[in-house]
């Protein structure tokens, strides 16, 4: 069903990331694995709407919701766009198959005196070489709002702390420069100071474990959620309540939204809209609270 030439595809000429092409797998066999099980369809030029609507009815019955149901279809869509594009179909059943209806969710976020209290160490010294390193990677998601694949693809020449700036390679392959102060500066000199007392050697990467290695994603998750709840209660607990930290609060502080979304890699100005409902909905509460004819 050519899914291995759309995989490639995908991955070398459009340049989505690997975990993008990883879910696209896994979408597209689930599909197949259906069509195949209830109606015997071997060909994509078999298959119709009526039968993609019952996919995703199974899929609501199972529990899944609208927004994961709206990543598979969108999956859909761009499998069937590669088929046309190479003569490989004669038609497109996925174009008059309406998306599910979300709801908007605002981005969690921290306030301003809970990163306080995480990033509060007490002046204490001879911290442990993962100590210093887990503190410098919330102090980079939250002063530069870089994605979790940014801070683990990070390289010692894409950190520049002469300069302020930080190189980071987001999604497609494209780069951005960040600026950062002289705070992270300095977390960030410290961090380089233990490790070349723990690691022998120049390694592969700017963030490593102790014995040198990259850094996985499911280790920052980790590293995050241990801190997020030591002093916040939230119903989310990864990296990107960080990225949405740093987004809310430059736009509390009257950041403009375009330079909000130069800073954050969106290719849209719409993706980065959404703090802004962020900030009045605190504006909101501030107020309730505040004013006694509330």
């Given at each position: ?120 160490l007490k002046g ?96 920052v998750y980790r ?8 002093v916040a209660t ?61």
């Open positions: 069903m050519w899914v291995d030439e759309f995989l490639q595809y995908i991955r070398y000429e459009k340049n989505y990331s690997a975990h993008t092409v990883l879910a696209y797998r896994r979408d597209l066999i689930g599909f197949f694995d259906y069509l195949q099980y209830l109606f015997q369809i071997n060909h994509p030029d078999n298959v119709t709407t009526d039968m993609i609507r019952s996919w995703m009815i199974t899929l609501m019955e199972d529990g899944l919701t609208p927004r994961t149901i709206n990543r598979k279809l969108s999956c859909l869509k761009s499998y069937w766009r590669y088929l046309i594009r190479k003569d490989l179909v004669s038609a497109n059943p996925v174009k008059r198959v309406p998306s599910p209806k979300t709801n908007k969710v605002l981005p969690v976020f921290l306030k301003e005196e809970e990163m306080t209290d995480i990033l509060n204490r010294k001879d911290l442990p070489f993962e100590t210093v390193r887990d503190r410098l990677i919330i102090e980079l998601f939250y002063q530069t709002g870089m994605r979790l694949s940014e801070l683990i693809g990070l390289k010692d020449e894409d950190v520049d702390t002469g300069t302020g700036l930080l190189k980071v390679t987001g999604k497609r392959d494209k780069q951005r420069l960040i600026p950062f102060g002289s705070s992270l500066g300095n977390v960030i000199s410290n961090y380089l100071c233990e490790r070349q007392v723990a690691i022998t050697g120049k390694p592969d990467r700017f963030l490593v474990r102790p014995d040198g290695s990259p850094l996985y994603p499911q280790l590293i995050v959620r241990n801190k997020l709840t030591q939230l119903s989310k607990n990864s990296p990107h309540v960080l990225r949405h930290t740093f987004a809310t609060t430059l736009l509390n502080e009257g950041a403009e939204l375009n330079a909000v979304k130069e800073l954050l890699g969106h290719s849209s100005l719409s993706a980065t809209e959404v703090y802004t409902h962020t900030t009045f909905e605190e504006l909101k509460k501030v107020y309730k609270q505040a004013h006694p004819r509330a």
